[in-house]
């Protein structure tokens, strides 16, 4: 008897618990590819293509089936990729990849010379040019993330990058140098 | 009697404040030249109001605020503006930002005050919108824009700090010695702004004159003041907040959460000289001291430069910068050209002998002499190894911008560690970060946004040819039933033919329309208007509508070559006699400037394939 009872106790115990992690895992399902998410996150969002995939997420993809590997980044810099080695839990590689990195720019049309033609605006990842057929087109320069997708399709070369000054909102502190103390000589002889 | 508290930590650093105290505040000889920066507060850059040529007046507004973060900038004299444009800035980056220059012209002209004595009446709202209009920032240092610290609601305490613990800065003593009662007409003004139950001025026991000033002033209305013990840095808003009150403001609270806000004494001060005297913020008292001549205060205009100052009060020839604020938080000047800020409270001028070189760093012992001066109660040295390991979330843990900069650990630190430095370069990347990490997002949501509206209209698109393409299905099934199959039920074949009937009906109908419309325009309208064409025969009665529509078109054509020929010849009298659109004439010059802007292109094109060969 006592046995039975232990038994169905068990029984109904496991029963309970089994409902429950059955239902969590319905209630608690994760859509999607958490890891691609955070991939992304790291990445610098300017769609630009430089990494050899059609934009930032489609390599976060990449990167989480590990087809390909975390140094493609121009625009991510050093400081990306070993963002995305300590996330992925991998060796920090140094960069190599097919474009040299540049400094941050944004791109700018030469007014006088658009003329018209909506080419860039298709070009854009970000949609950050205004203008339609035959108006003259223009950079929102809070949008333009860089990528540098407008310069090859505008007909007349009116479009250039422009590499972004620091403000005195947007400027850093230096990383402090600090002189090294030489050695007393007495000491470096023994 | 008032119970004070004692804040963990500070030092007790030479003061250095005696040389500049013994002078009155001091009026300096006007300079040629003044420099007055769009961004001299916390917040955006005002937009200027003014352009080359235009002549101010002392107190004219020469800079907009731009949003609600901002505060307007006034002309500090009267003259001509000479530019408006990157100048660089009193600034430890030596940046440019956008500046008024203005020309003096000693004629100390002053535009109508526009004071607000009847502010108790007024809205809250109107006076914080005039003190934004005035330019009223805070002039501790933070340089706040003060309508927004004036938001408070039902305060319990409003600190007044005339602490003034840095070394060798005076300008909140002279100036609570000789205007301690504008001061106290401010601090009642901010008081009954934020319902302020108490208004508490701290000021430190080694300014006895302030105190006595200030106590004078202050008798007969409910200010108090009280004298707090000399420690660096009292003057900290949380410190003398903690001193005068006893509340700890604990990390990522603000201060106003528990019932507190600070104002400095120059800034009360100029917020009454706003209010009752409608003089905006163009001055302030400027400590110029150091290895000088003469130290001492003055009242500088905003924008004087800072060599011209230097020069007034004989800087010694063996000085090799200018600090911008204290020794313990300030900056050297990068550049001396510069126009004064709001926030220039102190130019000292340095040489070797009053501030030899730092001695060399050596390595962290991890002693916790840091972690005992520090005033924010952090552990500097923990700070100083995430932010040299550039490990900036492991800072931020530690509560890095809890750090007042404050310098207290750098004075006491025996490896003589320049720790500041650590945390300011860490604070700048974290700043950097996030707003690149902003930045990112928003274009992740723009790019995601494109995607999907790229998707919807191949949706569209996909749905229209399916729709076409159905139709079109449909009708050829009609057609193949109604040829080939003709045991077919006879309930159909009148459809088709009914739609047959229909489209040709409809087409007839367009037809004649366009014939109506060339004729229209050809000018035989009232021709076809009574001759309307027979719908049965839609193709005989199109022929020769069509044909006068060819002709008038050729005829426009060839006038509007005409024209354009006249036009590019420069008969252009008779051009405009002729009533032609403008587009007509316009045609031939775009097309001229697109070939040659193709041109132009495919010349440079093959100018870079021939440097890349080459």
Known sequence: MTLLNALLLMAAVALILGAVLGYAAVKFRVEGDPLVEKIDALLPQTQCGQCGHPGCRPYAEALAEGRDTINRCPPGGEEGIRKLADLLNVEFLPYDGEVAPKLPALARIDEDRCIGCTLCLQACPVDAIVGAAKQMHTVIASECTGCELCLPPCPVDCIHMETVAPTLSTWKWQYPVVPLTPAPAGKRAA | MRTLYDFHGGIHPPENKLPSTTSPIATLPLAPLLHVSMAQ?????????????????????????????????????????????????????????????????????????????????????????????????????????????????????????????????????????????????????????????????????????????????????????????????????????????????????????????????????????????????????????????????????????????????????????????????????????????????????????????????????????????????????????????????????????????????????????????????AKSEIWAEEREKQAADRARARHEQRLARIEHEKALKAERLAQKSAAAKAVAEAVATSTTDPGKPPASVPVDSAKKAAIEAAMARAAARKAEAAQTQSGVSPEASANPLPPATPVTAMDPAKKAAIEAAMARAAARKAEAAQTQSGVSAEASANPAPPVTAMDPAKKAAIEAAMARAAARRAATEQKESR
């Open chain 2, 41 to 425: 507060h916390t917040g955006n850059p005002a937009r200027p109001c003014v352009a080359p040529g235009d002549r101010v007046e002392r107190g004219t507004l020469i800079g907009r605020p731009d949003g609600t973060l901002s505060a307007a900038v006034h002309a500090p004299a009267s003259g001509t503006v000479v530019s408006v444009g990157p100048v660089v800035q009193a600034h430890p980056s030596g940046l440019c930002e956008l500046t008024v220059t203005l020309e003096t012209d000693g004629q100390d002209r002053r535009a109508a005050p526009t004071p607000l004595t009847d502010w108790a009446s007024r809205s809250e709202d109107e006076v914080r919108a005039f003190l934004a209009s005035m330019g009223v920032v805070g002039q501790g240092g933070g340089v706040f824009p003060s309508h927004l610290k004036l938001n408070a609601r039902a305060l319990e305490t409003l600190v007044v700090n005339g602490a003034e613990c840095e070394p060798y800065i005076t300008c909140d003593d002279r100036l609570m010695r000789e205007r301690a009662g504008r001061i106290v007409e401010g601090a009642l003004i901010a008081g009954t702004l934020t319902g302020a139950r108490e208004i508490v001025v701290g000021i430190e026991d080694n300014k006895p004159e302030a105190l006595a000033a200030m106590q004078a002033a202050a008798r007969g209305t409910r200010m108090e003041v009280v004298a707090i013990p000399t420690k660096y840095p009292s003057g900290g808003a949380k410190q003398l907040i903690r001193i005068l009150t006893g509340k700890k403001i604990p990390h990522g609270v603000r201060s106003t959460a528990m019932g507190v806000q600070c104002f400095n004494v120059g800034t009360l001060y100029s917020l009454a000289q706003a209010v009752l005297e409608g003089e905006p913020v163009v001055s302030r008292i400027v400590t110029l001291t150091g290895s000088v001549a003469r130290p001492l205060n003055a009242d500088v205009p905003l924008g004087t430069p800072v060599d011209w100052l230097m020069q007034a009060v004989g800087r010694s020839a063996d000085s090799d910068g200018v600090l911008m604020g204290g020794p313990m938080m300030g900056s050297r000047l990068p550049a001396l050209e510069a126009g004064i800020v709001k926030a220039t409270n102190c130019l000292i001028a340095t040489s070797p002998a009053l501030f030899p070189p730092p001695p060399l760093s050596m390595p962290c012992i991890r002693c916790g002499d840091c972690a005992n001066a520090c005033p924010a109660e952090l552990q500097p040295m923990d700070l100083y190894w995430f932010a040299r390991a550039r490990q900036f979330d492991k800072a931020r843990a530690w509560q890095l911008f809890d750090c007042i900069e404050c310098g207290a650990c750098n004075s006491v630190c025996p490896s003589a560690i320049p720790l500041v430095d650590y945390y300011r370069f």
